[in-house]
């Protein structure tokens, strides 16, 4: 085991983490990279309660890096664009995050639920490279958890 395997396995324990959330993310995937932010609609068919650490799936079920959640906020999507949005629990810089991701994966990709749920945006981090990359096979459209100790092996 790695020590940055033993320091990620240390950090987990002491938070009480035994669960990752790992999401599809297919044509997101870049995107996701790029912005470090994630969001789903919270609804039912989506998870109820955010984890510490996070990891995203691309289109072959790959998993190449592993995410830790610096902090998640709830919105609707309609509030952000139209300048409405409470800034309770977030700075400015990191409502430009979001903005970003916002902008760029409506022109890019769309999304589904404009004012019918609110959204529940993951500010990321990279915690580490997953070598070799987890994969999920069969990859499934919906999002899963694993165990850290079936991941901690791969950083």
């Given at each position: 085991v790695?020590?940055?395997?033993?320091?990620?396995?240390?950090?987990?324990?002491?938070?009480?983490?035994?669960?990752?959330?790992?999401?599809?993310?297919?044509?997101?995937?870049?995107?996701?990279?790029?912005?470090?932010?994630?969001?789903?609609?919270?609804?039912?068919?989506?998870?109820?309660?955010?984890?510490?650490?996070?990891?995203?799936?691309?289109?072959?079920?790959?998993?190449?890096?592993?995410?830790?959640?610096?902090?998640?906020?709830?919105?609707?999507?309609?509030?952000?664009?139209?300048?409405?949005?409470?800034?309770?629990?977030?700075?400015?810089?990191?409502?430009?995050?979001?903005?970003?991701?916002?902008?760029?994966?409506?022109?890019?990709?769309?999304?589904?639920?404009?004012?019918?749920?609110?959204?529940?945006?993951?500010?990321?981090?990279?915690?580490?490279?997953?070598?070799p990359p987890?994969?999920?096979?069969?990859?499934?459209?919906?999002?899963?958890?694993?165990?850290?100790?079936?991941?901690?092996?791969?950083?």
């Open positions: 790695s020590v940055l395997a033993a320091f990620f396995h240390m950090v987990i324990f002491m938070n009480n983490e035994k669960r990752i959330i790992s999401f599809p993310a297919g044509k997101t995937y870049e995107h996701i990279l790029h912005t470090s932010v994630h969001a789903h609609p919270i609804k039912r068919g989506f998870p109820k309660e955010p984890t510490s650490y996070v990891m995203f799936r691309k289109s072959g079920g790959e998993m190449e890096y592993l995410f830790r959640v610096k902090k998640t906020v709830d919105f609707y999507i309609q509030d952000l664009l139209s300048g409405t949005v409470s800034l309770s629990g977030i700075d400015n810089a990191e409502l430009e995050q979001i903005k970003t991701y916002v902008l760029e994966r409506k022109d890019l990709f769309g999304f589904k639920y404009l004012t019918e749920y609110p959204y529940r945006f993951y500010l990321l981090e990279k915690a580490g490279i997953l070598s987890l994969v999920r096979t069969p990859n499934i459209q919906g999002y899963c958890f694993y165990k850290q100790e079936d991941v901690i092996y791969h950083i």
